[in-house]
């Protein structure tokens, strides 16, 4: 057993920046596992706090610590404060992980990944290179660019095969992701990514010098999986989500336009999958973590996609509701050198997430049926993030999530139907976005 | 298959070979040990750091450091057998620091810091963050000007101590006692500065720190810092520096166990030492904390994320501390064995020409190579070679190690040592240069 876990004056778990409503519960789970009360603290950099970047604890069921983190001797002050008492500390949002990573070497008695992994992790031509070296046959063929020159365009042509993927090494969710099948629609889409990757990672707050990778296309259907790798690099993996592209659905982008718990697929290829996505944690060095997955299954077998050192977006949800795993607990646990609880076996429900997002650039005027899709029998949630007068852009532009739901039935086919009229329910009306010119 | 290799980051100490055979002899466990290197220092640091005469022939492997390709295939045919990973010598934890991210599943001390325990102005920040009573005033300057000196003297009172940022012992180290020895002082060290950092192989920027001069005496301890934070010290070690025995210059002149402090000094000294390994964040690492008993108490004066030099051979003699080998087993996660019981007295002696230039005769070697405390004398310098002081880049002419569990005859063969040699040097304006 870890020492972290014997020592009763171990108390405090430290989470980084962005709070998730899930976390207190797990600690409170952790707690009573340890026979002993925990105390939670959200640890925030201060310029993040200052520019609202970070999801607060609203309820302020957890202390908070504001600090500047690019201070290396403020930090130092802040950790002697609790070290002593310090049993865990986590970053659980892609966004916090460079935070996360200013953090870890002053915590260097608990159990954390290496400050390097966080950075191959979130880097995806960093993340390609590393996984290829690996193994050649987890990646696809990949160029790292920074610019739209015609020597960039040349050396794309002649070293990998169209159609391509075009896509920010740091920015996550599919944004400014485009697929082009031409020489034509590679230059057009290089000039417009470049046109607007500045703004657009200013917005999100994206990492490192802007730059674009570009990918062969790969066919086949999304997957990702959730993992919890322990300090010695042990792997243990949770059920596949399916995720439906919107690409796969006819639509523009390739945002994940629905994800789906219902995968259809036989042991062996899911087992395959799982240990493809442990193999790319372990080309990363990832250890004391939950890693997130994104994988294609392709008619050659099981690709990386991308990589996350932290749990994947709405998985809490998907994984609770079909199949009774607490996942933030179970990341805990391995923080602490444990073993996850529950991996999840036979279903108990069907579970999914969808997510609408703009088809056409545009200015909102409402997004209508949000009442009436609350009523379906599967809907447990339904939020939507932007409304009348925000700016419609599609994933590809640069454009976020508008709305996304989360639905669960025992009955597949309940489920089902009720997606099905949630759709029909959810509309977005857009007026045009006349742009000013200088 | 077992772990069964050692990795040696860039180089390894001639005296790691003996201390491995009685390691194994011990335990009837078996190593071997592996170097490897970054290919643009190999020549370099195997020059500097003595490796083209070791005493047994050792596995060399090399990559590019900055490649994850290069180091991932170098590695890739001993990941299951490696035990640990030591960097042995202060020139080679760049390195190190480059290799951990390689090595996720093994202890491993963090990245940033072996950055903050190698450039001493982010040492002294940390130390100060953690507690300002461990370190003296300071500030880091970039050039000799009159702005650069208003701050200084804005910050700090004389005298002061300029050394460069990332060097370690005492090169280039000098005292100031006023405005006009602190501007030569500085316009020294900047036209010498990138010459010390060539000749010690360091990848850092250059940089300058003024600091209070600390009134007292000087010690080190040795600790070793687990990979879950429990600190084991070595006994304390007395540091004589070339000042207190009339030199301008602040090398270690001699270090010597036992360290004559109380039982309730050595206490001090080294919870001294492991609030400062706990102010950089080190793991899994030897650290090598120099530390001055001052009138208000233990401060610190550097730290290294490695065994010290020479200590090996001292703790041996004096204690049966087989350093090299705690430094592995502790960072591999094992418990080193650290007896405490003094068998002889102990000490090593660096002897450097008195005057800089081409040194013309070096005489008393047959003098001290009688003693009966002898361990070793090794001559690093000969006639028609190029003698400097430690403050300018330079080595000793010899090198001594003499230990007696008889007091009396030590203190005697001490004597003889430190007044068997004679110099003539011919004088030339920069011995280096």
Redesign the interface.
Known sequence: MS?LVKDGSKNIAIFINDFYPELPIALEKLSKKLGRPLKGIMLIDKTAYGQGRYHPDTEHLFDEIVCDFTD???L??TV?TFEQNLLLIDGNSERSQPYFKLV??????VLA?????LE?ATHKGQMR??VG??NPELVPRVRVIRDDSEATVSDILSNLELPLIVKPTGLAASILVNKVSTEAELRETLKQSFAAIHEVYARDTGRWEPEMIVEEFMEGEMYSVDLYLN???YSWALPLIRAKTAHSMGLEGFYEYQLETDVTLDETTIKAGQAVAAEAAHAL???SCTAHVELYLTATGWKIIELGPRPGGWRQFLYESAYGVDHAYNGLLVKVGLEPEDLGGEPIAYSLIANTYAQDEGIIEAIDGIEEALQLLSVIDLQAHYGPGDIALPSGKGGKILADAKLSHPDKDQLLADTAKLRKHITVHTKPHVKKTK | MGKDVILFVNAVRPSTFAALTTFEEETGRMFEPVIIVDKKIQHSIAERNGQKNLSRPVKVISADFNSAASVKKALAPYMDRVYAVTAQFENCITELQKLVPYFPYMPMPTESSLDWATEKKLMRQMLEAHSPSLVPGYLEVRDASADSIAKVEASVTYPVIVKPSGLEGSLLVSLAHNREELRTTLEHVFEEIQLGYDTWIKRQTPAVLVEEFMVGDMYSVDTYVSPQGVHRHTPPVKVTTGHQVGFDDFFGYAQMTPSGLSANEITKAQQTAEEACKALGLRAVTAHVELMKTAHGWKVIELGPRIGGYRHDTYMLSYGINHIVNDIRNRAGEIPHIPTELKAHTVTIKIYAPEEGILEAANGLEHVQRLKSLVFVHQLFYPGEAVAFAKNNGDPVFEICLSNSDATQFWRDVHVAENAFSFRVHLAEHALA
């Open positions: 020492t290396p001797g403020a130092r002050a002697k870890l070497p002053h915590v260097p008695y990944p290496t400050e390097s992994s191959w290179a590393l070296g690996y300090q010695t690099g060095g990832l250890r």
